[in-house]
């Protein structure tokens, strides 16, 4: 069965300073691979995809993300963040041979400080 | 345009009991899936329906059942409820059938089992 790990589950940082965020899933074969984001008082919404092609993906509000198919890792990056990044993150995989399933991590609450 | 809408917003059951949540779908979507997400943890998987037909279903038991109706909007059931059925249930609606779409997330329904 497919699984994602998201390695910290709180992160605390000042604005301006980078951000990294950690996501490994367990599946070998095909996957797609996503990132979602939760705002405070808002629903899940979608940062950033990868299906194919180049492995470094941008999203949106300056989100980037790294497949590494031999590490099975897609980490999320921003290079300098603001206050209103402060979300839940969500990592979250589906596995081509899974059919319509989508895997989750169990997210990695971010507090950007003023 | 309206989001992916869901009721009830809060529901309180005791054990044993029924009970039936409700989506409805952004305008023009047919898929709808639905998601369990217990505190702590990321979003879990419970079903697909596209056309009105299961085309996913996750890890749950038999007591978790759902449908979809010719408008597009869908019912979760979940009978014979446990405490550990307590939790955020959401649901999200995509243009199309499969995983690999974006999907657009309702505010979920917090349901509670005593």
């Known amino acids: 069965a497919q699984s994602v790990s998201q390695h910290n589950h709180h992160v605390i940082l000042s604005e301006a300073a980078s951000l990294e965020l950690g996501c490994n899933y367990s599946y070998g074969g095909t996957v797609n691979l996503f990132w979602y984001v939760q705002y405070p008082g808002q629903h899940l919404q979608l940062l950033l995809k990868y299906f194919s092609g180049d492995p470094l993906v941008k999203g949106i509000k300056g989100f980037e993300a790294e497949f590494i198919k031999s590490k099975f890792s897609f980490n999320l990056r921003k290079p300098s963040v603001q206050w209103s990044d402060t979300a839940e993150y969500f990592c979250a995989v589906n596995a081509q041979a899974a059919g319509n399933k989508l895997t989750f991590g169990g997210g990695t609450r971010v507090l950007v400080k003023p | 345009d309206a989001g992916v809408t869901q009721s009830p917003t809060h529901l309180i059951k005791t054990r044993g009991q029924h009970v039936t949540l409700r989506c409805s779908p952004i305008s023009g979507h047919k898929s709808v899936s639905w998601y369990q997400q217990v505190l702590g943890q990321g979003p879990q998987f419970i079903f697909q329906y596209y056309e009105k037909e299961e085309r996913g279903r996750g890890n749950f038991p038999d007591r978790f059942s759902a449908r979809q109706f010719p408008n597009y909007s869908s019912e979760l059931n979940v009978n014979a409820l446990l405490l550990g059925d307590s939790a955020l249930y959401l649901c999200?609606?995509?243009?199309?059938?499969?995983?690999?779409?974006?999907?657009?997330f309702g505010p979920g329904t917090r349901l509670t089992v005593t």
């Open positions: 999200a609606s995509s243009p199309r059938e499969g995983a690999t779409y974006e999907q657009y």
